[in-house]
């Protein structure tokens, strides 16, 4: 199981890195960041692969965020860039498989808690 971190209330236009860390080793899954946002599904936004050399992105976030890995750490990263007032609401972590769209990527295991992030003015 994961556990996120590192979101907060941010402006329209500002930075901010999530950070989803794992109790056990990484290195052997390909990780995605998932967006759900207040009264909506739960949509997969950036997804990694296992050495970290593949990435696939939502056109949401496709320019603004970036999706990164330490496997060292067990930990992996999402930098928000530019964020929007539709950015706003839970950041989940799970294993899946990265190929396809991100409508396509079925998580794997159980969720964590989330980490809140609300963009406003």
């Known amino acids: 199981q994961f556990v996120e971190s590192g979101g907060g209330l941010v402006q329209p236009g500002d930075s901010l890195t999530l950070s989803c860390s794992a109790s056990?080793?990484?290195?052997?899954?390909?990780i995605a960041w998932f967006h759900q946002a207040p009264g909506m599904d739960r949509d997969g936004i950036a997804c990694i692969t296992r050495n970290g050399g593949g990435t696939n992105y939502a056109d949401s976030v496709k320019g603004r965020f970036t999706i990164s890995r330490d496997n060292a750490k067990n930990t992996v990263y999402l930098r928000m860039n530019m964020v929007k007032p539709e950015d706003t609401g839970l950041y989940y972590c799970?294993?899946?498989?990265?190929?396809?769209?991100?409508?396509?990527?079925?998580?794997?295991?159980?969720w964590g808690q989330g980490t809140q992030v609300t963009v406003s003015s």
């Open positions: 799970a294993t899946t498989g990265c190929a396809g769209r991100p409508g396509s990527w079925f998580p794997f295991g159980s």
């Open positions: 056990a080793y990484i290195g052997s899954n390909e």
